[in-house]
């Protein structure tokens, strides 16, 4: 167990790491002790600040991926003025739009959404593929698969 005391506040460097105990390290942050003679390393440090961006740092960057999806990336069934309908970062989703699916390793690729309004069958995917003859306009059929819940979505980057 580490105390806090003027010997170990000589070898103080003024930042603290973000750390998490599986071994994770994030970025640096201002220490808002003091130095060996007692005074504030930062003297006008916003400590309530660096906290939250500490902790919004571990939260966002190590812990949150790794025990959920971000809810604005998912595919919620909700209800507008035409009925039942899926949503996507508060924006309806309408049958034929593009999307983006997040694939292992962060890596996203284009998706087309679909769905046949019953409530009970998730909505699908189709992902185009690629070909030899797509230079002259023949490709083969697209991939289409069901959704899971749990599927991160994104719009495409300008929608």
């Known amino acids: 167990m580490s105390?806090?005391?003027a010997e170990t506040a000589k070898a103080a460097?003024?930042?603290l790491?973000?750390?998490c105990?599986?071994?994770?390290?994030?970025?640096?942050?201002?220490?808002w002790a003091?130095?060996?003679d007692g005074r504030r390393w930062w003297p006008n440090l916003d400590v309530e600040a660096e906290d939250r961006a500490a902790h919004d740092e571990w939260w966002h960057r190590h812990m949150a991926p790794m025990v959920e999806p971000d809810p604005d990336r998912l595919i919620v069934l909700g209800r507008d003025a035409g009925g039942m309908r899926h949503f996507l970062a508060g924006r309806p989703v309408h049958a034929g739009t593009r999307l983006e699916l997040r694939l292992l390793d962060d890596l996203w690729v284009p998706v087309r959404y679909e769905?046949?309004?019953d409530a009970a069958a998730p909505p699908r995917g189709y992902l185009g593929l690629?070909?030899?003859?797509?230079?002259l306009g023949y490709a083969p059929a697209p991939v289409s698969f069901p959704l899971p819940e749990t599927a991160?979505?994104?719009?495409?980057?300008g929608d």
Do not use: F, H, I, L
């Open 3 to 5: 105390e806090w005391s």
């Open 13 to 15: 460097t003024s930042y």
């Open 17 to 19: 790491v973000v750390c």
């Open 21 to 31: 105990s599986c071994g994770w390290r994030g970025g640096r942050y201002r220490d």
């Open 34 to 36: 003091r130095d060996a």
């Open 115 to 117: 769905w046949n309004w």
């Open 130 to 135: 690629g070909g030899r003859g797509e230079a």
């Open 152 to 157: 991160e979505m994104r719009w495409p980057d």
